[in-house]
């Protein structure tokens, strides 16, 4: 890429210039709003946008009232496809103050995305404090309870050319929704559904990062997953069509009658922050964890033998998500009788327990926004 983290100028964006809405949300307008988001349909007042050139870096640094971008019809990224994103959620603590889970991850995270999609990397220090300002000035939009608010960085190629080659220009962008649960179900077991027909990622390509073509490569499939009656796919690796590598927007762990969990390896997957934590966790509690290959005709004689005990699927936006039934064109199976288990419902309560702050963060992954 033409400009380097190390030549980036922390002077240009280290102030945001802050614009708050000239007509915000009334609060009855707001409460109404919070009282039951579902997830990704309610948006906050404001967003963070910084805009990218060659010539300036990253610049321009803003919080204003949420609006449309204006973009030119040739703008690279409607044609290309040149976008990454991420996904973190700020949440509520019982004090009145509002934790950030592990945002230095995310924005490393984000990073690798931008360079793997050969688009202008951002500093880490920028991406937090894009995010930081973002929930302060809409803090009033973070949900009580066991809601919070989902925040969305991302990035697109901006520059008006219709040569493919990466863009000279970038929008980063963060923009905020109050959400409850992703499944209508909340933490009620899902059902998957294993995709045969299509894959998800191949050695070399973009599986392992987060950018919007490979949620648009989903789409069919996950389609074919609501046609089944099914809550998300499954995708199994691209080479051999039989190992389980993870489901559209979640990672995959699996619980055996040993006490130990299992979650494929990273490569073509997603390097999910939850996974991460997970794992952390696990480890310190002296559950033995593999990261290691899983083939789905061993997910299905395991079910049926009693050894596997529980699956789950988890993410920022699913947290962790029992997973009930599996379908698929060669048959069906549940998994422990379809009902949530005690090892998803208890790491799910220990992960959330140190994201609301009711429990100490003893591996650091707390940001306080104040
Ligand atoms: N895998 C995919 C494909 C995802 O979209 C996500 C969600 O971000 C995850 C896994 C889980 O990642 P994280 O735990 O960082 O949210
Ligand atoms: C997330 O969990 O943050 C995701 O990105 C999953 C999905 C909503 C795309």
């Not at 614009?19 to 307008?29: C, H, I, L, Y």
């Not at 690796?237 to 990672?251: I, P, S």
């Not at 959330?352 to 591996?363: E, K, L, T, W």
Request: hydrophobic share 45%.
């Amino acid at each position: 890429m033409a400009v380097s983290l190390a030549k980036i100028d922390d002077a240009v964006w280290s102030k945001f210039e802050i614009q708050p809405a000239a007509n915000p949300t009334s609060e009855k307008e707001r409460a109404a709003k919070l009282a039951d988001p579902g997830f990704g349909r309610v948006f906050s007042d404001h967003m963070a946008i910084v805009r990218y050139n060659q010539a300036q870096g990253w610049h321009a640094a803003r919080v204003e009232s949420r609006a449309n971008f204006p973009l030119d019809p040739a703008a690279a990224v409607l044609h290309y496809a040149q976008e990454i994103f991420e996904g973190l959620k700020a949440y509520k603590r019982e004090d009145g103050g509002v934790n950030l889970f592990r945002p230095d991850a995310n924005a490393r995270r984000f990073q690798n995305s931008a360079e793997r999609m050969a688009m202008a990397p951002l500093p880490e220090a920028l991406f937090i404090e894009a995010v930081e300002q973002l929930v302060r000035i809409d803090r009033a939009w973070i949900p009580g309870g066991e809601g919070s608010l989902y925040l969305r960085p991302f990035m697109i190629a901006s520059e008006t050319f219709l040569g493919v080659k990466p863009s000279a220009e970038y929008i980063f962008s963060v923009i905020a929704s109050p959400v409850g649960s992703y499944f209508k179900g909340g933490p009620a077991p899902v059902s998957i559904w294993v995709s045969e027909n299509y894959t998800r990622a191949a050695i070399g390509g973009t599986g392992a990062v987060k950018c919007g073509g490979n949620y648009a490569a989903s789409l069919r499939a996950q389609a074919e997953a609501i046609d089944h009656g099914c809550d998300q796919v499954v995708f199994l690796d691209a080479v051999e069509r039989r190992y389980v590598e993870e489901l559209g927007g979640m990672n995959i762990f699996f619980a055996f009658d040993d006490g130990s969990l299992l979650t494929p390896p990273l490569g073509t997957i997603l390097p999910g922050i939850t996974r991460d934590s997970i794992l952390a966790l696990a480890k310190k509690s002296g559950t033995p964890v593999r990261e290691e290959l899983y083939t789905i005709d061993q997910w299905r004689s395991d079910a049926a033998s009693g050894k596997l005990k529980e699956a789950f699927a988890c993410g920022t936006a699913a947290v962790i998500s029992p997973i009930g039934k599996v379908r698929s064109a060669s048959g069906d199976f549940l998994i422990s009788g379809g009902a949530a288990g005690p090892v998803a419902m208890g790491m799910r309560k220990t992960l959330v327990d140190i994201q609301y702050g009711r429990a100490a963060d003893s591996h650091n992954w707390i940001r306080n926004v104040s």
